[in-house]
């Protein structure tokens, strides 16, 4: 006897989601915000330079090596940079733009603030690299702070008057320049951006249209913001 069988129903397949081609070629607005974003860091980079001898002094308690807790103020505008534009070379261009500016103010030192300033962007931008130009949130901003500080470490304790200093406060510092570039350039850069952004200064870029709010429901319901729910080489003289 013949048994009958199950009709197959077969189901349409959902449409697939069009996800737009990244386009790294960047526009005239990258190109102005990233060098206004360098000419101000470079000005607050010749204050940091200004106020670097008596905050340095202030930790001497801890050793030499405990310098490296002011790096981070020379090196958050790499990061900025990156995290505004999200192109390949913003956070390099950023940077140099910032330290060209710090060096024709003027200080002490000169022609070197543009070889600092191209190695730690080179820093930050090694890391948005190694992210592939697709991790933009808070990890990926401590990552180029690290690198960054990583990068300035082992400049100061190669190239200036660290250079003298034993192996234990050598390690110091580049553990302190560290530290200083995740918090300082990584942290407050993040946090720099996500303010920038929620005022509308940043519509113009993904960075800015990430950070909205969203209407969960009804006008007594909670909102949220990205996912959270919210309620209402300077460091010594040169060798």
Request: charged fraction near 15%; glycine fraction near 14%; include cysteine.
């Amino acid at each position: 006897m013949r048994t009958k069988g199950h009709a197959q129903c077969t189901q349409p397949s959902p449409p697939r989601r069009h996800v737009p081609p990244r386009v790294y070629r960047w526009r005239v607005v990258d190109i102005i915000v990233a060098a206004v974003v360098g000419v101000a860091s470079g000005v607050i980079f010749w204050a940091w330079g200004l106020a670097w001898t008596p905050l340095s002094a202030a930790l001497t308690f801890l050793g030499p090596g405990a310098a490296g807790l002011l790096a981070g103020g020379w090196l958050f505008a790499g990061v900025l940079g990156g995290l505004i534009v999200r192109k390949p070379g913003a956070a390099l261009f950023t940077e140099i733009v910032a330290g060209v500016v710090e060096m024709l103010i003027g200080n002490a030192w000169g022609f070197t603030d543009f070889i600092w300033a191209a190695v730690e962007g080179l820093g930050a931008e090694i890391a948005f690299a190694i992210l592939l130009y697709r991790v933009w949130n808070v990890w990926g901003a401590l990552f180029a702070g690290a690198l960054a500080g990583a990068s300035t470490g082992i400049l100061d304790t190669t190239f200036t008057s660290l250079a003298a200093l034993n192996a234990a406060q050598k390690w110091l510092y580049f553990g302190t320049a560290v530290l200083s570039g995740v918090v300082i350039a990584g942290l407050l850069g993040w946090l720099a951006v996500r303010g920038l952004a929620a005022t509308g200064a940043l519509n113009r870029f993904q960075a800015g249209r990430r950070v909205r709010v969203v209407d969960d429901g009804p006008e007594d319901a909670p909102r949220h913001v990205d996912g959270a729910p919210t309620a209402g080489g300077r460091s010594g003289s040169a060798a």
